[in-house]
């Protein structure tokens, strides 16, 4: 068994909105919320916005009739990822082993730093957010235990402290699992949650109380990991390897209505690139595309193809992503909005195996998308354009 360790979850609190925050100091204090896009909905709320009554996921039109003294800010995520990014640096240089788990949430192992920085774990939570507050102008919360899913829990029940740390230890342990409702516990979702109530398992002492063989029964292995994670063993340690997503999507409003096929093809292709490239900064690929179409009345028209193998390049999502979007785009329809989806990533196909590649050409390709993502970035972002991306 491995040696008991302390994992804290940072988590940068209402992090868009802190991001905006410190680009403009006018906006602190204020009721501040930022919109997913120009007719999008809200992500991310001020303390006073939330004061305010303005609910998170609301869509832009109703907050705005609702509370117009509210201020709303179009999300600017490439921004958001570089101070990320700085956050991130921070954590990195603190600690040896840092999970970037979102752009605002990072495990970091805390692990015998006691030592070295002379502290005990909560003043050196409390020195950690200090710093990050210092240097970046970003608050954080930070939740101290001994596994993730314990940290993650501390963290949530650090918000509402005035230092914003919140450790849970050995002896606070059952306490703490007596007071947790299951829906509180990470990785637990609604449909969950219901199965685990009608089993009269109500908090997560209850549910730590159940055997192996009863939690594999219900949720698998996944429900054992929980159980172990919970009472303070850990499954999953602290790795500075990051996981790639699921799926990416990319999608942006054009800021006009229109139903320019040209123009759409071309706004899709930019989604295109902007995808393949975070695709590829995962060294992975994926078996499935996926082509969104918005209408002006915000009708969704979606449709998605398997593909045989798995792919990173953009002219070849492009070739399929096409075809797609022909079948869903109709000349007499104005939309506001494109957007690709890139799913089953990471996924292998039994088919791939038996099929015919022309080794010779994948290299090629393969070199043509690293050089790519080397000019980038050294250049930026998007200075390379495939041909099919055009400059307006
Ligand atoms: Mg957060």
């Not at 450790?167 to 606070?172: E, N």
């Amino acid at each position: 068994m491995e040696k008991q360790k302390v994992i804290a979850l940072v988590d940068c609190d209402s992090f868009f909105v802190a991001c905006e925050q410190k680009r403009d100091i006018q906006l602190k204090g204020k009721p501040v919320c930022v919109l997913s896009n120009a007719e999008g909905c809200v992500i991310s709320r001020s303390k006073q916005a939330k004061q305010m009554g303005i609910r998170m996921g609301e869509p832009y039109f109703m907050a705005k009739k609702e509370h117009p003294k509210g201020i709303y800010i179009i999300a600017d995520h490439d921004y958001y990822a570089k101070v990320s990014g700085q956050v991130m640096a921070i954590l990195k240089d603190f600690s040896p082993y840092v999970h970037v788990y979102s752009i605002d949430e990072a495990f970091v192992d805390l692990t015998g730093l006691t030592r070295f920085y002379k502290k005990n774990y909560h003043d050196l939570a409390i020195y950690l957010r200090s710093k990050i507050l210092d240097e970046t102008d970003i608050p954080v919360s930070i939740g101290v235990s001994s596994t993730k899913t314990l940290a993650k829990l501390a963290s949530d029940k650090s918000k509402d402290k005035p230092k914003g740390v919140y450790l849970i230890g050995k002896r606070k342990a059952i306490k703490e699992l007596k007071d947790t409702k299951i829906e509180e516990i990470w990785g637990i979702g609604r449909r969950l949650t219901k199965s685990l109530k009608r089993h009269g398992v109500l908090t997560a002492y209850e549910l730590v109380q159940k055997s192996d063989g009863w939690l594999d029964a219900k949720l698998g292995i996944h429900g054992i990991e929980m159980r172990h994670e919970l009472i303070g063993e850990m499954v999953s340690p602290v790795t500075n390897e990051e996981k790639p997503p699921k799926s990416i999507q990319n999608t942006r409003a054009f800021g006009i209505f229109t139903s320019d096929f040209n123009f759409i093809k071309n706004e899709l292709n930019r989604h295109i690139h902007t995808s393949c490239r975070k695709l590829r900064s995962y060294k992975t690929k994926c078996l499935q595309i996926g082509v969104m179409l918005r209408t002006k009345d915000f009708r969704v028209f979606y449709t998605k193809k398997d593909l045989l193998a798995p792919v990173d390049f953009e002219l070849e999502i492009s070739t399929v992503a096409h075809k797609l979007l022909e079948e869903i785009y109709r000349p007499d329809i104005l939309y506001r909005s494109t957007g690709v989806h890139l799913g089953k990533i990471g996924e292998t196909s039994a088919e791939q195996l038996s099929l015919y590649t022309d080794s010779e050409i994948t290299t090629k390709k393969e070199n043509l998308a690293k050089c790519f993502d080397k000019l980038e970035a050294k250049f930026g972002k998007n200075i390379v354009q495939t041909g099919f991306t055009i400059r307006k």
